[in-house]
Protein backbone atom coordinates (compact mmCIF):
# COMPACT_ATOMS: atom_id res chain seq x y z
CA UNK A 1 0.00 0.00 0.00
CA UNK A 2 0.86 3.35 -0.91
CA UNK A 3 1.80 5.62 2.22
CA UNK A 4 -0.26 8.41 3.01
CA UNK A 5 1.54 11.62 1.19
CA UNK A 6 -0.07 15.73 0.95
CA UNK A 7 0.75 18.14 -1.89
CA UNK A 8 1.04 22.04 -0.99
CA UNK A 9 0.73 24.37 -3.62
CA UNK A 10 1.48 28.25 -3.82
CA UNK A 11 0.39 30.33 -6.30
CA UNK A 12 2.81 32.93 -6.45
CA UNK A 13 3.64 36.38 -7.96
CA UNK A 14 6.53 35.21 -9.14
CA UNK A 15 6.35 31.20 -9.15
CA UNK A 16 4.37 28.46 -8.58
CA UNK A 17 6.00 26.46 -5.96
CA UNK A 18 4.73 23.22 -4.72
CA UNK A 19 6.02 20.11 -1.95
CA UNK A 20 4.54 16.86 -1.63
CA UNK A 21 5.60 15.95 2.10
CA UNK A 22 4.40 12.38 4.14
CA UNK A 23 1.93 12.26 6.48
CA UNK A 24 5.02 13.53 9.23
CA UNK A 25 6.38 16.21 7.42
CA UNK A 26 9.18 14.82 5.33
CA UNK A 27 9.56 16.72 2.11
CA UNK A 28 9.48 13.80 -0.81
CA UNK A 29 9.95 15.91 -3.32
CA UNK A 30 9.36 19.68 -4.53
CA UNK A 31 8.85 21.77 -7.94
CA UNK A 32 8.77 25.52 -8.52
CA UNK A 33 8.05 27.17 -12.35
CA UNK A 34 8.57 30.83 -12.74
CA UNK A 35 6.34 32.98 -14.99
CA UNK A 36 6.33 36.77 -15.69
CA UNK A 37 4.41 39.52 -15.03
CA UNK A 38 3.86 41.42 -17.45
CA UNK A 39 3.42 45.25 -17.98
CA UNK A 40 2.02 46.28 -20.87
CA UNK A 41 1.16 50.08 -19.85
CA UNK A 42 2.23 52.49 -16.81
CA UNK A 43 0.59 51.10 -14.15
CA UNK A 44 -0.80 47.72 -15.95
CA UNK A 45 0.32 44.40 -14.12
CA UNK A 46 -0.73 41.48 -15.31
CA UNK A 47 -0.48 37.42 -15.87
CA UNK A 48 -1.69 34.38 -17.75
CA UNK A 49 -4.09 32.77 -15.69
CA UNK A 50 -2.86 29.78 -17.99
CA UNK A 51 0.70 30.39 -16.62
CA UNK A 52 -0.45 29.47 -13.40
CA UNK A 53 -2.09 26.00 -14.32
CA UNK A 54 0.55 25.27 -16.69
CA UNK A 55 2.89 25.04 -13.70
CA UNK A 56 0.05 23.39 -11.49
CA UNK A 57 0.11 20.57 -14.00
CA UNK A 58 3.91 20.43 -14.59
CA UNK A 59 4.01 19.77 -10.51
CA UNK A 60 2.04 17.03 -10.25
CA UNK A 61 3.17 15.32 -13.41
CA UNK A 62 6.42 15.57 -12.03
CA UNK A 63 5.14 14.06 -8.76
CA UNK A 64 3.55 11.50 -10.51
CA UNK A 65 6.69 10.45 -12.43
CA UNK A 66 9.30 9.80 -8.89
CA UNK A 67 6.40 8.67 -6.16
CA UNK A 68 3.19 6.67 -6.23
CA UNK A 69 0.21 9.41 -5.97
CA UNK A 70 -2.43 6.46 -5.09
CA UNK A 71 -2.18 7.63 -1.58
CA UNK A 72 -2.19 11.42 -1.61
CA UNK A 73 -4.53 12.09 0.61
CA UNK A 74 -5.21 16.12 -0.50
CA UNK A 75 -4.24 19.16 -1.89
CA UNK A 76 -3.61 22.29 -0.62
CA UNK A 77 -3.58 25.85 -2.36
CA UNK A 78 -2.09 29.09 -1.34
CA UNK A 79 -2.07 32.00 -3.32
CA UNK A 80 -1.18 35.70 -4.17
CA UNK A 81 -4.22 38.21 -3.17
CA UNK A 82 -5.74 41.05 -4.60
CA UNK A 83 -5.07 39.83 -7.98
CA UNK A 84 -8.30 39.06 -9.77
CA UNK A 85 -9.69 36.89 -12.81
CA UNK A 86 -12.66 37.33 -14.38
CA UNK A 87 -14.54 34.60 -16.02
CA UNK A 88 -17.24 33.33 -17.63
CA UNK A 89 -20.02 30.82 -16.72
CA UNK A 90 -17.42 27.98 -18.51
CA UNK A 91 -14.77 29.27 -15.94
CA UNK A 92 -12.71 30.64 -18.66
CA UNK A 93 -10.57 34.12 -18.22
CA UNK A 94 -12.10 37.14 -20.58
CA UNK A 95 -8.84 38.84 -19.65
CA UNK A 96 -5.47 38.84 -18.12
CA UNK A 97 -5.63 38.36 -14.30
CA UNK A 98 -5.39 41.49 -12.68
CA UNK A 99 -2.15 41.78 -10.51
CA UNK A 100 -1.80 42.95 -7.13
CA UNK A 101 0.52 45.60 -7.90
CA UNK A 102 -1.76 47.12 -10.78
CA UNK A 103 -2.90 50.08 -10.14
CA UNK A 104 -5.36 51.27 -13.16
CA UNK A 105 -8.45 51.04 -10.37
CA UNK A 106 -6.97 53.94 -8.65
CA UNK A 107 -9.78 56.89 -9.57
CA UNK A 108 -12.16 53.87 -9.14
CA UNK A 109 -10.84 53.27 -5.71
CA UNK A 110 -11.05 56.64 -4.02
CA UNK A 111 -14.46 57.43 -5.61
CA UNK A 112 -15.25 54.42 -3.69
CA UNK A 113 -13.49 55.21 -0.73
CA UNK A 114 -14.93 58.87 -1.09
CA UNK A 115 -19.03 57.23 -0.67
CA UNK A 116 -17.65 55.02 2.55
CA UNK A 117 -17.95 56.78 6.02
CA UNK A 118 -14.80 56.06 8.53
CA UNK A 119 -17.74 54.69 10.95
CA UNK A 120 -19.31 52.07 8.47
CA UNK A 121 -15.74 50.64 7.91
CA UNK A 122 -15.33 50.91 11.65
CA UNK A 123 -18.86 48.42 12.41
CA UNK A 124 -18.14 46.40 9.12
CA UNK A 125 -14.83 45.62 9.68
CA UNK A 126 -13.19 46.61 13.08
CA UNK A 127 -10.54 48.72 11.53
CA UNK A 128 -10.01 51.21 8.62
CA UNK A 129 -9.24 48.91 6.15
CA UNK A 130 -8.59 50.97 2.85
CA UNK A 131 -10.51 50.44 -0.14
CA UNK A 132 -7.20 50.99 -2.77
CA UNK A 133 -6.38 50.26 -6.26
CA UNK A 134 -5.93 46.78 -5.60
CA UNK A 135 -9.66 45.99 -3.77
CA UNK A 136 -11.75 43.65 -5.37
CA UNK A 137 -14.68 46.43 -5.47
CA UNK A 138 -12.57 49.33 -7.15
CA UNK A 139 -11.37 46.20 -9.82
CA UNK A 140 -15.16 45.58 -10.68
CA UNK A 141 -15.96 48.92 -10.85
CA UNK A 142 -13.39 49.43 -13.07
CA UNK A 143 -13.81 46.52 -15.61
CA UNK A 144 -17.67 47.50 -15.13
CA UNK A 145 -16.76 50.98 -16.29
CA UNK A 146 -14.24 50.77 -18.84
CA UNK A 147 -15.13 46.72 -20.54
CA UNK A 148 -19.05 46.95 -20.23
CA UNK A 149 -18.67 44.15 -22.66
CA UNK A 150 -16.39 42.03 -20.40
CA UNK A 151 -18.01 42.71 -16.93
CA UNK A 152 -21.78 41.48 -18.83
CA UNK A 153 -20.00 38.49 -19.89
CA UNK A 154 -18.30 38.14 -16.17
CA UNK A 155 -20.15 34.93 -13.71
CA UNK A 156 -17.18 34.98 -11.17
CA UNK A 157 -14.51 37.38 -10.17
CA UNK A 158 -12.02 34.86 -8.50
CA UNK A 159 -8.68 34.89 -6.56
CA UNK A 160 -5.90 32.18 -8.33
CA UNK A 161 -6.07 29.75 -6.07
CA UNK A 162 -9.93 29.52 -6.55
CA UNK A 163 -9.80 29.99 -10.19
CA UNK A 164 -6.70 26.88 -9.87
CA UNK A 165 -9.32 25.27 -7.78
CA UNK A 166 -12.19 25.43 -10.47
CA UNK A 167 -9.54 23.96 -12.92
CA UNK A 168 -8.96 21.47 -11.01
CA UNK A 169 -12.35 20.40 -10.01
CA UNK A 170 -14.90 22.13 -11.53
CA UNK A 171 -16.45 23.78 -8.48
CA UNK A 172 -16.04 27.74 -7.85
CA UNK A 173 -15.32 28.12 -3.72
CA UNK A 174 -13.53 30.98 -2.00
CA UNK A 175 -12.97 31.22 1.99
CA UNK A 176 -13.47 34.72 4.18
CA UNK A 177 -10.14 35.31 4.36
CA UNK A 178 -9.02 35.80 1.23
CA UNK A 179 -11.54 38.20 0.45
CA UNK A 180 -9.74 40.99 1.67
CA UNK A 181 -11.74 44.03 2.34
CA UNK A 182 -15.05 42.46 1.82
CA UNK A 183 -16.00 40.09 4.30
CA UNK A 184 -16.97 41.53 8.17
CA UNK A 185 -18.13 39.18 11.02
CA UNK A 186 -21.29 37.65 9.15
CA UNK A 187 -19.27 37.46 5.83
CA UNK A 188 -19.78 39.50 2.79
CA UNK A 189 -20.58 43.18 3.76
CA UNK A 190 -23.53 43.59 1.57
CA UNK A 191 -23.76 47.67 2.05
CA UNK A 192 -20.40 47.67 0.71
CA UNK A 193 -21.14 45.34 -2.44
CA UNK A 194 -24.03 47.40 -3.24
CA UNK A 195 -21.62 50.25 -4.59
CA UNK A 196 -20.99 48.48 -7.57
CA UNK A 197 -24.09 46.50 -9.23
CA UNK A 198 -23.80 43.18 -9.76
CA UNK A 199 -21.01 42.71 -7.58
CA UNK A 200 -22.22 40.21 -4.81
CA UNK A 201 -23.72 37.73 -7.48
CA UNK A 202 -20.54 37.72 -8.97
CA UNK A 203 -18.53 36.65 -5.92
CA UNK A 204 -17.82 33.10 -5.16
CA UNK A 205 -19.46 31.39 -1.84
CA UNK A 206 -17.64 31.12 1.47
CA UNK A 207 -15.75 28.31 3.14
CA UNK A 208 -13.02 27.44 5.78
CA UNK A 209 -9.64 26.81 4.41
CA UNK A 210 -9.66 23.12 5.05
CA UNK A 211 -13.13 22.52 3.18
CA UNK A 212 -12.61 20.24 0.44
CA UNK A 213 -14.23 22.22 -2.93
CA UNK A 214 -14.10 19.27 -4.47
CA UNK A 215 -12.18 16.52 -6.23
CA UNK A 216 -9.39 16.59 -9.30
CA UNK A 217 -10.87 15.35 -12.45
CA UNK A 218 -9.79 12.34 -14.57
CA UNK A 219 -6.83 12.97 -16.64
CA UNK A 220 -4.75 14.58 -14.45
CA UNK A 221 -2.25 13.03 -11.85
CA UNK A 222 -3.84 12.49 -8.60
CA UNK A 223 -7.48 12.18 -10.24
CA UNK A 224 -9.79 11.67 -7.22
CA UNK A 225 -7.86 13.40 -4.66
CA UNK A 226 -9.57 16.20 -2.39
CA UNK A 227 -9.20 19.89 -3.43
CA UNK A 228 -9.26 22.33 -0.40
CA UNK A 229 -10.42 25.71 -0.70
CA UNK A 230 -6.94 26.79 0.67
CA UNK A 231 -6.06 30.18 2.18
CA UNK A 232 -4.30 33.87 0.86
CA UNK A 233 -0.63 33.52 1.30
CA UNK A 234 -0.17 35.61 3.92
CA UNK A 235 -2.40 32.90 6.01
CA UNK A 236 -0.62 30.09 4.53
CA UNK A 237 3.04 31.59 5.09
CA UNK A 238 2.05 32.55 8.59
CA UNK A 239 1.39 28.99 9.32
CA UNK A 240 4.16 28.09 6.86
CA UNK A 241 6.69 30.12 9.69
CA UNK A 242 5.26 28.35 12.50
CA UNK A 243 2.52 31.57 13.31
CA UNK A 244 -0.25 30.35 15.47
CA UNK A 245 -0.89 31.58 18.64
CA UNK A 246 -1.78 34.75 20.42
CA UNK A 247 1.25 36.80 20.57
CA UNK A 248 3.11 35.42 17.22
CA UNK A 249 4.48 37.69 14.55
CA UNK A 250 5.89 36.70 10.77
CA UNK A 251 7.37 38.39 8.09
CA UNK A 252 7.07 36.55 4.92
CA UNK A 253 9.90 38.00 2.80
CA UNK A 254 9.19 37.29 -1.41
CA UNK A 255 8.11 39.36 -3.97
CA UNK A 256 6.88 41.97 -1.14
CA UNK A 257 7.37 41.93 2.89
CA UNK A 258 4.32 40.94 4.32
CA UNK A 259 4.79 41.54 7.95
CA UNK A 260 1.64 40.50 10.17
CA UNK A 261 0.97 39.69 14.53
CA UNK A 262 -1.74 37.60 15.99
CA UNK A 263 -3.72 39.50 18.48
CA UNK A 264 -7.27 39.46 19.89
CA UNK A 265 -6.57 43.28 21.05
CA UNK A 266 -7.99 45.62 18.29
CA UNK A 267 -7.19 48.88 18.24
CA UNK A 268 -7.58 50.79 15.05
CA UNK A 269 -4.66 51.75 13.28
CA UNK A 270 -5.16 53.32 9.85
CA UNK A 271 -3.20 51.27 7.33
CA UNK A 272 -3.49 47.95 8.58
CA UNK A 273 -5.74 45.37 7.82
CA UNK A 274 -7.42 43.54 10.41
CA UNK A 275 -8.82 39.98 9.37
CA UNK A 276 -12.33 38.45 10.54
CA UNK A 277 -11.60 35.99 13.29
CA UNK A 278 -10.35 32.65 11.47
CA UNK A 279 -10.71 29.65 14.42
CA UNK A 280 -9.83 31.64 16.94
CA UNK A 281 -6.82 33.59 15.31
CA UNK A 282 -7.33 37.57 14.69
CA UNK A 283 -4.44 38.59 12.26
CA UNK A 284 -3.23 42.11 11.91
CA UNK A 285 -1.63 42.32 8.78
CA UNK A 286 0.19 45.24 7.22
CA UNK A 287 2.06 43.98 3.50
CA UNK A 288 4.01 46.20 1.30
CA UNK A 289 4.38 46.60 -2.25
CA UNK A 290 7.42 45.73 -2.53
CA UNK A 291 10.73 43.60 -0.86
CA UNK A 292 12.34 40.94 -3.01
CA UNK A 293 10.71 42.60 -5.92
CA UNK A 294 13.40 45.94 -5.58
CA UNK A 295 16.43 43.64 -5.35
CA UNK A 296 15.55 42.00 -8.18
CA UNK A 297 15.15 44.93 -10.22
CA UNK A 298 18.66 46.14 -9.12
CA UNK A 299 20.14 42.88 -10.16
CA UNK A 300 18.70 43.11 -13.34
CA UNK A 301 20.52 46.67 -13.62
CA UNK A 302 23.50 45.35 -11.92
CA UNK A 303 23.20 42.32 -14.42
CA UNK A 304 23.84 39.92 -11.02
CA UNK A 305 22.37 37.29 -9.09
CA UNK A 306 20.69 36.89 -6.01
CA UNK A 307 23.31 35.49 -4.21
CA UNK A 308 25.85 37.56 -5.65
CA UNK A 309 23.61 40.55 -4.25
CA UNK A 310 23.79 39.29 -1.13
CA UNK A 311 27.80 38.92 -1.36
CA UNK A 312 28.11 42.40 -2.12
CA UNK A 313 25.74 43.81 0.89
CA UNK A 314 27.85 41.17 3.08
CA UNK A 315 30.80 43.47 2.15
CA UNK A 316 29.29 46.48 3.27
CA UNK A 317 29.21 48.14 6.99
CA UNK A 318 26.77 50.45 7.85
CA UNK A 319 27.63 54.39 7.23
CA UNK A 320 26.72 57.45 5.42
CA UNK A 321 28.20 55.90 2.12
CA UNK A 322 25.38 53.56 1.94
CA UNK A 323 22.39 56.01 0.02
CA UNK A 324 19.13 55.92 1.13
CA UNK A 325 16.36 54.20 -0.98
CA UNK A 326 12.58 54.41 -0.98
CA UNK A 327 11.58 51.31 -2.10
CA UNK A 328 8.44 52.49 -3.63
CA UNK A 329 9.21 51.43 -7.61
CA UNK A 330 5.05 50.45 -7.85
CA UNK A 331 3.09 53.08 -5.40
CA UNK A 332 3.38 51.71 -1.66
CA UNK A 333 0.84 49.81 0.51
CA UNK A 334 0.74 49.17 4.08
CA UNK A 335 1.14 51.76 6.24
CA UNK A 336 0.39 54.75 3.70
CA UNK A 337 -2.05 52.83 0.85
CA UNK A 338 -0.52 55.33 -1.75
CA UNK A 339 -0.34 54.32 -5.45
CA UNK A 340 1.71 57.64 -6.61
CA UNK A 341 4.53 57.48 -4.78
CA UNK A 342 7.78 56.08 -5.94
CA UNK A 343 10.80 55.26 -5.39
CA UNK A 344 14.53 57.36 -5.02
CA UNK A 345 17.89 57.41 -4.05
CA UNK A 346 18.78 59.80 -1.79
CA UNK A 347 22.33 60.99 0.01
CA UNK A 348 24.02 59.61 -3.01
CA UNK A 349 27.74 60.60 -3.57
CA UNK A 350 30.42 59.39 -4.86
CA UNK A 351 31.27 56.73 -2.58
CA UNK A 352 28.28 54.65 -3.41
CA UNK A 353 29.26 51.68 -5.89
CA UNK A 354 27.17 48.42 -6.58
CA UNK A 355 28.03 47.36 -3.13
CA UNK A 356 26.42 50.51 -1.40
CA UNK A 357 23.72 50.38 -3.33
CA UNK A 358 22.63 46.87 -2.69
CA UNK A 359 23.13 47.41 0.97
CA UNK A 360 20.79 50.34 0.41
CA UNK A 361 17.79 48.76 -1.44
CA UNK A 362 17.79 46.15 1.16
CA UNK A 363 18.23 49.00 4.34
CA UNK A 364 14.85 50.54 2.31
CA UNK A 365 13.03 47.45 1.99
CA UNK A 366 13.79 46.96 6.17
CA UNK A 367 12.91 50.38 6.82
CA UNK A 368 9.57 49.94 5.18
CA UNK A 369 8.81 46.74 7.24
CA UNK A 370 9.77 49.01 10.80
CA UNK A 371 7.20 51.33 9.16
CA UNK A 372 4.79 48.55 8.98
CA UNK A 373 5.39 47.15 11.97
CA UNK A 374 5.23 49.99 14.28
CA UNK A 375 1.74 50.50 12.63
CA UNK A 376 1.03 46.62 13.11
CA UNK A 377 2.14 47.26 16.85
CA UNK A 378 0.12 50.09 17.47
CA UNK A 379 -3.01 47.83 16.37
CA UNK A 380 -2.19 44.80 18.15
CA UNK A 381 -1.43 46.18 21.71
CA UNK A 382 1.29 44.85 22.14
CA UNK A 383 5.69 45.24 21.62
CA UNK A 384 7.84 42.73 19.70
CA UNK A 385 10.73 40.66 21.06
CA UNK A 386 10.97 38.37 18.45
CA UNK A 387 9.04 37.49 14.82
CA UNK A 388 9.60 34.58 12.64
CA UNK A 389 10.56 34.74 8.89
CA UNK A 390 10.39 32.73 6.03
CA UNK A 391 9.95 33.60 2.03
CA UNK A 392 12.77 33.74 -0.65
CA UNK A 393 14.50 36.49 0.61
CA UNK A 394 15.16 35.52 3.75
CA UNK A 395 17.48 33.25 2.33
CA UNK A 396 20.39 35.98 2.48
CA UNK A 397 21.79 36.58 5.60
CA UNK A 398 23.42 39.79 5.50
CA UNK A 399 19.91 40.84 4.51
CA UNK A 400 18.33 38.89 7.40
CA UNK A 401 21.05 40.85 9.73
CA UNK A 402 19.76 44.20 8.27
CA UNK A 403 16.08 43.60 8.92
CA UNK A 404 16.79 42.35 12.67
CA UNK A 405 19.19 45.65 13.43
CA UNK A 406 16.27 48.08 11.55
CA UNK A 407 13.43 46.56 13.50
CA UNK A 408 15.18 46.37 16.83
CA UNK A 409 14.02 42.56 17.42
CA UNK A 410 14.72 38.85 16.68
CA UNK A 411 14.27 36.88 13.79
CA UNK A 412 13.61 33.23 13.77
CA UNK A 413 14.07 32.54 10.33
CA UNK A 414 12.61 29.30 8.80
CA UNK A 415 14.78 26.21 7.76
CA UNK A 416 12.72 25.76 4.60
CA UNK A 417 12.04 28.79 1.99
CA UNK A 418 8.70 28.09 0.50
CA UNK A 419 6.81 28.80 4.40
CA UNK A 420 3.67 29.17 1.86
CA UNK A 421 3.43 25.92 0.20
CA UNK A 422 4.43 24.07 3.70
CA UNK A 423 1.27 26.28 4.72
CA UNK A 424 -0.92 24.87 1.81
CA UNK A 425 0.40 21.06 2.96
CA UNK A 426 -0.75 22.04 6.09
CA UNK A 427 -4.73 22.96 4.99
CA UNK A 428 -4.36 19.64 3.06
CA UNK A 429 -3.30 17.54 6.10
CA UNK A 430 -6.24 19.74 7.88
CA UNK A 431 -8.75 18.81 5.52
CA UNK A 432 -8.57 15.34 4.84
CA UNK A 433 -7.97 14.31 8.17
CA UNK A 434 -4.50 13.45 8.27
CA UNK A 435 -3.80 15.73 10.63
CA UNK A 436 -5.76 16.71 14.03
CA UNK A 437 -5.36 20.49 14.53
CA UNK A 438 -3.80 23.49 13.38
CA UNK A 439 -1.38 23.89 16.21
CA UNK A 440 -0.20 20.27 15.90
CA UNK A 441 0.18 20.16 12.12
CA UNK A 442 2.01 23.51 12.44
CA UNK A 443 4.58 22.22 15.52
CA UNK A 444 5.11 19.32 13.68
CA UNK A 445 5.75 20.09 10.11
CA UNK A 446 7.83 23.88 10.95
CA UNK A 447 11.52 23.92 11.21
CA UNK A 448 14.06 26.71 12.02
CA UNK A 449 17.24 26.99 11.02
CA UNK A 450 19.03 30.84 12.96
CA UNK A 451 18.18 33.30 14.67
CA UNK A 452 18.97 36.80 13.31
CA UNK A 453 19.80 38.63 17.08
CA UNK A 454 19.85 42.70 16.59
CA UNK A 455 23.15 44.57 17.41
CA UNK A 456 21.94 47.20 20.05
CA UNK A 457 25.13 49.53 18.53
CA UNK A 458 23.42 50.17 15.50
CA UNK A 459 19.72 51.05 17.00
CA UNK A 460 21.06 54.89 16.69
CA UNK A 461 22.11 54.28 12.89
CA UNK A 462 18.82 52.96 11.95
CA UNK A 463 16.44 55.46 14.29
CA UNK A 464 18.09 58.12 12.28
CA UNK A 465 17.07 56.25 8.46
CA UNK A 466 14.48 55.54 9.70
CA UNK A 467 13.45 59.39 10.49
CA UNK A 468 14.78 60.16 7.14
CA UNK A 469 12.60 57.98 5.30
CA UNK A 470 9.59 59.00 6.26
CA UNK A 471 10.90 62.59 5.58
CA UNK A 472 12.22 61.41 2.16
CA UNK A 473 8.75 60.19 1.33
CA UNK A 474 6.86 63.29 2.97
CA UNK A 475 8.77 65.97 0.86
CA UNK A 476 8.25 64.09 -2.44
CA UNK A 477 4.67 63.94 -2.26
CA UNK A 478 3.88 66.54 -3.84
CA UNK A 479 6.56 66.00 -6.47
CA UNK A 480 4.95 62.08 -7.16
CA UNK A 481 1.32 63.37 -6.86
Given amino acids: MASECLIGIDIGTTAT ?11 LASFARAYPVRRPAPGLAEQDPADWMDAIDAALEAFAAAHDLSGLQGIGLCSQVNTHVFVDAAGRALLPAIVWQDTRAAADAAALEARIAPADKLAWFGAPIPVDASHA ?41 SAV ?9 APLLDLVPGAAERLPP ?17 AGAPVMVGAMDAWGGMFGVGVVREGDAMCQSGTSEIPGIISSRINPTPGVIV ?20 LAWLGQVLGRSPAEMSDLAAGVAPSSAVPLFLPHLAGERAPIWDSATRGVFAR ?14 MEGVALSVR ?26 DPWCQIRADALGFALRRTAVADSAAVGAAILAGLGSGVMASLPEAVDGLVRFDRTFEPDPALSGYYAERFGKYRELYEALRAFNG
Fill in 371 to 396: WAFEALEASAGLRLARANIGGGGSRS
Fill in 275 to 294: FPPYGGIVMHAAPTQTGGAA
Fill in 348 to 361: LDTRAGAPEMVRAV
Fill in 206 to 222: LFAFHHVVGRVRSGRPG
Fill in 181 to 189: GLVGRDGYV
Fill in 17 to 27: KAILVDRRGNR
Fill in 137 to 177: LSRMAHVARVRPEVWAATRHVLLPKDYCALQLTGEVAGDPV
